[in-house]
């Protein structure tokens, strides 16, 4: 069964910085898209960032373009989110996701991904 543990948020006041990890176990990694959903209270689960299985392709939510990087590293089968001049409007629990299938980073399916058990960032004001 496909693990992945994610860890580094927390609270941090608006313009800080934070570095997301995910460490993901019992899959062959680099045959996986990557990506990071958040889920802030009563809104739909969204795709914020994806990595390609190699990592030379990346896609970003609209409202993370120029803030948040993704990257991962296939010989650690780990993925990172580095998030830079965070806003109270990126308070969310953030899930990283693993999808064997997709065909476009963009399009991971939530119905098909392996899911973490999620990470709470919270940016206060």
């Known amino acids: 069964q496909v693990q992945l543990a994610e860890s580094g948020g927390g609270l941090v006041q608006a313009g800080a910085s934070l570095r997301l990890s995910c460490a993901a176990s019992?899959?062959?990694?680099?045959?996986?898209?990557m990506g990071w959903f958040r889920q802030a209270p009563g809104k739909e689960r969204e795709l914020v960032a994806s990595?390609?299985?190699?990592?030379?392709?990346?896609w970003y939510e609209d409202s993370v373009k120029g803030r948040f990087t993704i990257y991962r590293d296939n010989d650690k089968n780990k993925v990172y989110l580095q998030m830079h001049g965070l806003e109270p409007e990126d308070t969310a629990v953030y899930y990283c996701?693993?999808?064997?299938?997709?065909?476009?980073?963009?399009?991971?399916?939530?119905?098909?991904?392996?899911w973490g058990q999620g990470t709470q960032v919270t940016v206060a004001s």
């Open positions: 996701a693993a999808d064997l299938r997709a065909r476009n980073i963009a399009a991971m399916d939530p119905a098909r991904v392996y």
């Open positions: 990595i390609s299985r190699g990592g030379g392709s990346t």
């Open positions: 019992e899959l062959t990694f680099r045959d996986y898209v």
